[in-house]
């Protein structure tokens, strides 16, 4: 069970336990946390919005660079800033101008930028930091209460790629098993298939290697309702900066450790969604990515089957846009990122009668959303 799931069971736990029958349990609030960036990317900020209508948004908090992302911890999340600046912040939701802490996610011989893409939390005292711009695999402690204490261990994935950098961009945790993707490019070039490391949290050591039918993976999805994984791939860019449609959503049998494509993203020539830039499955009939036409606001939410083979379909009103980011909650609302630089926010979408329902609009975020994640706090510390 996630720390996300135990903190929704925590109100029934409370009452369980209690020994007024009659006592109300403490009220939770649930949170969209979003990281944003400005229309140039001179800066960023997050934004948090009530999960609840009428999802109150507030915005500008934390002001930093653009190239972040936001990591929920259940009921708190970290603010992770990338390439050059290299540093994990923590955040709690009722104080989210003043980080609790700021660390780096340097080593002391490192000589380029370590660029971290994610934190993956496994338990309060462990996680796992992916270095995009390093071989090295970080293995910290989340609640560590001073830097010399935050770094754990590593786990040394350089010899999965032939320059000892495989471009690790995305993970997930699945029972006892950390799978890993790299990207594994030559030049910022895709020119070869992404793969995914698997490691066994035990023991903290590299137990299998999957190779993928995609190039330049970047999100990692779990089955709902089994042990798939679902793989999400852009495909990748030339040496010239041209798409080269080798990407797609992948699924992975990790009983068998094999992965097949599922949707695939097409050819130069004929690309039926573009690139497809991020998705999400919401259960086991249902999924949604955004395929990318090109830069700029030329974007399309389709809904997929994670289950079969057939057709995506359109959503209604969401072609042709700047979609940016996908995300769903526990109540299954799927949060949709809009990045037209005249009206950035989140679009919230339900689903009736087998159809898209228009939650929200537009919640204004007022820079561009990059991701969103969640966190439920409890109102009583707010």
């Known amino acids: 069970m996630t720390l996300r799931k135990t903190l929704w069971l925590l109100p029934l736990a409370v009452a369980a336990c209690s020994d007024n029958d009659n006592a109300a349990p403490p009220p939770f609030k649930d949170l969209a946390v979003v990281a944003a960036r400005a229309p140039d990317y001179s800066s960023g900020a997050v934004s948090l919005i009530d999960q609840q209508p009428p999802y109150a948004a507030t915005n500008n908090l934390a002001p930093t660079t653009s190239d972040i ?50 934190l993956i939390s496994a338990a309060a005292d462990k996680a796992y930091l992916l270095r995009y711009g390093s071989g090295s695999l970080w293995i910290v402690d989340p609640s560590a209460t001073d830097e010399a204490s935050f770094k754990i261990g590593e786990i040394d994935l350089s010899a999965l790629d032939d320059d000892g950098i495989p471009e690790m961009s995305a993970a997930i945790l699945r029972g006892s098993r950390l799978y890993v993707a790299l990207q594994r490019l030559e030049n910022f070039a895709a020119t070869r298939s992404g793969q995914l490391a698997v ?19 970047s999100r990692l999805l779990a089955d709902p309702e089994g042990e798939r994984l679902f793989v999400v791939a852009d495909g990748g860019f030339d040496g010239s900066f041209a798409p080269l449609y080798e990407g797609g959503i992948a699924v992975v049998d990790t009983a068998e450790s094999e992965a097949t494509l599922l949707i695939d993203d097409g050819t130069p020539e004929d690309a039926p969604y573009g690139q497809i830039a991020d998705a999400v499955v919401v259960d086991a009939q249902r999924g949604y990515f955004i395929g990318s036409a090109g830069f700029g606001d030329d974007q399309t939410l389709y809904r997929f089957d994670p289950d079969a083979p057939a057709t995506p379909v359109v959503v209604a009103g969401l072609a042709g846009v700047g979609l940016s980011s996908l995300a769903v909650d526990v109540q299954g609302q799927v949060w949709v990122g809009r990045s037209e630089s005249a009206a950035p926010g989140v679009t919230v979408l339900g689903f009736a009668a087998g159809a898209e329902t228009v939650l929200a609009p537009l919640v204004d975020t007022v820079l561009t959303p990059i991701n969103i994640d969640f966190v439920t706090v409890a109102e009583v510390a707010r």
Do not use: M
């Open 69 to 118: 992302v936001v990591r929920s911890g259940g009921d708190h999340y970290f603010l992770i800033e990338r390439f050059g600046s290299d540093r994990i912040k923590r955040f709690d939701p009722e104080n989210p101008q003043t980080p609790a802490y700021t660390y780096s996610t340097q080593d002391a011989g490192d000589t380029q930028s370590s660029n971290p893409y994610d």
């Open 199 to 217: 490691i066994d949290v035990a023991t903290d050591t590299l137990v299998d290697t999957i190779d993928l039918p995609v190039r330049s993976p």
